[in-house]
């Protein structure tokens, strides 16, 4: 199966022990990683760690990757697992801030980040303090939600992922994705509504693959 960012013969010899595939592999996907691992962890040197470990993780166990999922997908769940575990070893409260968020319909998603070599488009002190602020609650609502909903709404609103790659990164059915991301998308609406950010817009539908 090939991957988003690689082609399979960077994976293929990866696998073979090739030292440059493997560098290649790990330029392509750890920008992507190190956003889970900061958004699970809430903090950026913990979550610099989790990254390394789990591409070390990935060097060693590489050859035994079947190309079942993805790629991107298997070292999504390799850098997941090492994110709970330091997780439930530490007791760090700090953390990192909650990307750009647009609401609309009472949903939130991140914006996509800006490619290498552009701007994002300017705006105003207003506006500037507005999305400061958005950001600040949505990022306080969904710190509230159970680490299971958590985890899985920013699977999918933030980094992306279809509801079969989040069941197969995370080990659960397909079913089980689904009525967490309607618990989550309820209970961060209500909070929002609550603090008067979002109106009383609909719930997306649960149509996607």
């Known amino acids: 199966m090939t991957s988003n960012l690689v082609d399979d013969e960077t994976i293929a010899r990866a696998r073979a022990g090739d030292h440059e595939a493997f560098r290649v592999l790990v330029e392509a996907h750890q920008g992507r990683l190190f956003r889970l691992a900061a958004r699970v962890l809430r903090d950026e040197d913990l979550a610099r760690d989790a990254v390394q470990e789990a591409f070390l993780k990935a060097y060693v166990s590489l050859r035994r990757f079947e190309g ?59 506006t500037e303090l507005e999305r400061s602020e958005i950001r600040q609650r949505v990022g306080q609502a969904i710190e509230e939600l159970p680490p299971e909903a958590r985890e899985t709404l920013i699977l999918r609103e933030v980094d992306g992922l279809s509801y079969t790659e989040i069941a197969e ?23 929002l509504q609550a603090a008067g950010i979002a109106g009383e817009g609909r719930t997306p539908q649960e149509g996607e693959s």
Request: net charge positive.
């Open 68 to 126: 079942r999922s993805s790629l991107y997908t298997w070292l999504y769940r390799l850098t997941l697992n090492v994110c709970l575990d330091m997780r439930r070893r530490s007791k760090s409260d700090r953390t990192v801030e909650w990307p750009e968020v647009q609401l609309a319909d009472g949903t939130f998603q991140g914006e996509p980040i800006p490619a290498s070599g552009t701007e994002p488009p300017a705006a105003g002190p207003d």
């Open 169 to 191: 990164t995370l080990g659960i059915p397909k079913g089980t994705v689904m009525s967490r991301l309607h618990y989550a998308r309820k209970r961060v609406q209500k909070l």
